[in-house]
């Protein structure tokens, strides 16, 4: 058995099904949901510093529940002390410098690793 037809024939059938008409914004709708969707109010690395104090902060309840405050106030001290005894010397004031330094002039170089599409390279020849 051999069932053939041809475009005309079944574009016909097609268009003879009863549909039902689509929701007048239905094009707004799906572009507001998708290109035109607003940024979000927090970037990347702010989401990680309150995830990250949030820890901190519960990780500090958890040692007054468990311990009391002495206990709590100890573990200040001796986290104090630590930094202090880590910052007291030169060489972590040299590296600190350092380090804020070249984060620095890197923010400052702007790298673009991402290649600019053909389209909208922008020909400054003709000005």
């Keep these: 058995m051999k069932h053939e037809f041809d475009d005309n024939h079944l574009d016909r059938l097609l268009f ?3 549909l039902e008409e689509p929701p007048r914004d239905l094009r ?3 572009l507001a949901a998708t290109i035109y969707r607003p940024a979000f109010a927090l970037k990347a690395w702010e ?4 995830g990250g104090l949030c820890a901190v902060l ?12 002495p206990a709590f106030m100890a573990t200040l001290g001796v ?3 630590g930094a202090w005894r880590g910052l007291a ?3 972590a004031w040299l590296w600190l410098l ?4 070249a984060t620095f002039w890197l923010g400052m170089l702007n790298i ?4 600019i599409p053909s389209g909208m390279k922008k020909d400054f020849s003709r000005q």
């Design 98 to 101: 350092l380090g804020v330094g």
């Design 58 to 69: 519960v990780w500090l309840c958890g040692l007054i529940v468990a311990g009391g405050g």
């Design 79 to 81: 986290i104090g002390g």
């Design 47 to 50: 989401i990680w510093m309150i």
């Design 28 to 30: 707004e709708s799906i």
């Design 89 to 91: 010397t030169e060489n």
């Design 16 to 18: 003879s099904l009863p």
């Design 112 to 115: 673009n690793v991402a290649p």
